[in-house]
């Protein structure tokens, strides 16, 4: 059975701090790693990883994945309240397996 | 960037009711959508692969009968909750694979805004 697994399922910090978000996977047929970011309602595309090693960015959000060890991170520096939402992570091909989520809070 | 929409984006009806949502890629044809349902402070679970022009390929433990999918077209996809229960209100999502014009699968996937059932 496929499986993803997120950590820390939440975290509260201050703004301006800086956050490592974590996703493992154990997923056949896996072709990428995706990160979403949900708010209220659907999730938001951020980040879609297929190459080791290989660091996406975006602002001051990152992500890179390691298809030797399994893993993903996701990396926020100098949060602010409004990054403050549940962040997904899935693997897979055309069916994603997605995980818990991580539910993040920025304090002011 | 492309854009699904979802409706109703809530809906409340009465036990023994049947529920129509529809999910609509609109500036893109997406031969492949997905469904899912989002219990509170839970993940996405999938529920079914609609494929246009085929039938639905549903997860183990979903019930067929009972969320009837139709993928009439490139562009449509809906989901029917039949006869709903009270243990059948939670999130439903779809999401929508985009493929280019040269069939190449770029992967991504483009979330509707999502449906609240609730059924009293």
């Known amino acids: 059975e496929d499986k993803v697994v997120q950590s820390p399922l939440s975290l509260v910090v201050h703004e301006g701090d800086t956050v490592t978000l974590n996703c493992s996977y154990e997923v056949t047929n896996f072709r990428s790693l995706l990160w979403y970011k949900q708010e209220k309602k659907a999730p938001t595309f951020l980040f879609m990883l297929t190459s080791s090693g290989i660091e996406k960015k975006s602002g001051r959000l990152s992500s890179i994945l390691d298809k030797k060890e399994l893993f993903s991170i996701l990396n926020i520096t100098a949060t602010q309240t409004g990054d403050s939402a549940v962040y997904l992570c899935?693997?897979?091909?055309?069916?994603?397996?997605f995980g818990k989520g991580t539910l993040l809070t920025v304090n002011p | 960037g492309a854009v699904v929409s979802q409706h109703p984006s809530w809906v409340i009806c009465k036990s023994g009711t049947s529920v129509k949502i529809e999910c609509r890629s609109l500036?893109?044809?997406?031969?492949?959508m997905f469904w899912y349902r989002q219990f509170p402070k839970q993940s996405l679970m999938l529920m079914a692969t609609s494929n246009e022009g085929s039938k639905a390929t549903y997860e183990q433990g979903v019930e067929k009968d009972k969320f009837l999918i139709n993928h009439a077209s490139l562009t449509l996809s809906t989901l029917t909750v039949t006869s709903a229960h009270p243990e059948d209100s939670s999130f439903y999502i779809c999401?929508?694979?985009?493929?280019?014009?040269?069939?190449?699968?770029?992967?991504?996937?483009?979330f509707g805004e999502g449906s609240r059932l609730t059924v009293l």
């Open positions: 899935a693997g897979g091909h055309y069916k994603l397996t």
């Open positions: 999401s929508a694979r985009r493929l280019w014009r040269e069939g190449h699968d770029t992967g991504e996937l483009f």
């Open positions: 500036d893109f044809q997406a031969t492949t």
